[in-house]
């Protein structure tokens, strides 16, 4: 299986910061990188596929980029509807797995 | 638009079958893959498993042991089995679409369903 890490585990930001959040994969999975954003006692919401593609509707403040092992989700200006937790998963191969989340809070 | 609800029993006792359905409307089940995904309270998301043209399946293979994951083309969803259950499959359960089989991202999720396993 291949193991997803991201860092950090938590962080405290405020409104306007640009906040960054880093994605490891265990062995390099191209492109394969997808980020979700999930707010308590919701389901994940799809930001980005493909490691860099921002999906439909989702605003521009959200970033990613990276390719094979290492992958960064950014929010350029960070709004408080962002106030959540943020995880990557890959799909290069099967069982699809997710990183252990980052809980981004005030 | 796509509509995922997921729906079954939220409390299931030790050594016994977790069933669960996923009622699709806006997409058909007979394209794209369809996935069963939990998250312990708390914790993170572990992929069960997916269906793809209505009947063929892939699992994890930490559950592929117990799990059972079919589709019913007249009624356009598809349900979870997960066999003798303790409380490590306590979880919130969620089923999601597939938005792109060769990219693997999901792009519609149901709302969840929590299932706790006690007796």
């Known amino acids: 299986d291949i193991q997803m890490t991201q860092s950090p585990s938590s962080l405290s930001a405020s409104v306007g910061d640009r906040v960054t959040i880093t994605c490891r994969a265990s062995q390099t999975i191209s492109s394969f990188l997808n980020w979700y954003q999930q707010k308590s006692g919701t389901a994940p919401k799809l930001l980005i596929y493909?490691?860099?593609s921002l999906q439909s509707g989702v605003p521009s403040r959200f970033s990613g980029s990276g390719s094979g092992t290492d992958f960064t989700l950014t929010i350029s200006s960070l709004q408080p509807e962002d106030f959540a937790t943020y995880f990557c998963q890959q799909s290069y191969s099967t069982p699809l797995t997710f990183g252990p989340g980052t809980k981004v809070d005030i | 638009q796509v509509q995922l609800q997921e729906s079954g029993p939220g409390l299931v006792k030790p050594s016994e079958t977790l069933s669960l359905t996923c009622i699709v409307s806006g997409g058909s089940i007979s394209s794209s893959y369809w996935s069963w995904i939990r998250q312990p309270p708390g914790k993170g998301l572990e992929w069960i498993g997916y269906l793809y043209y209505s009947e063929r399946t892939i699992y994890n293979p930490s559950l592929k042991s117990r799990v059972t994951i079919s589709g019913d083309t007249s009624k356009n969803q598809f349900s979870l089995k997960l066999s003798s259950v303790t409380a490590a499959d306590t979880a919130a359960y969620y089923c999601?679409?597939?938005?792109?089989?060769?990219?693997?991202?999901?792009?519609?999720w149901g709302q969840g369903i929590l299932v706790t396993v006690s007796s």
């Open positions: 999601a679409r597939d938005g792109d089989t060769a990219l693997g991202y999901f792009d519609y």
């Open positions: 493909a490691a860099s």
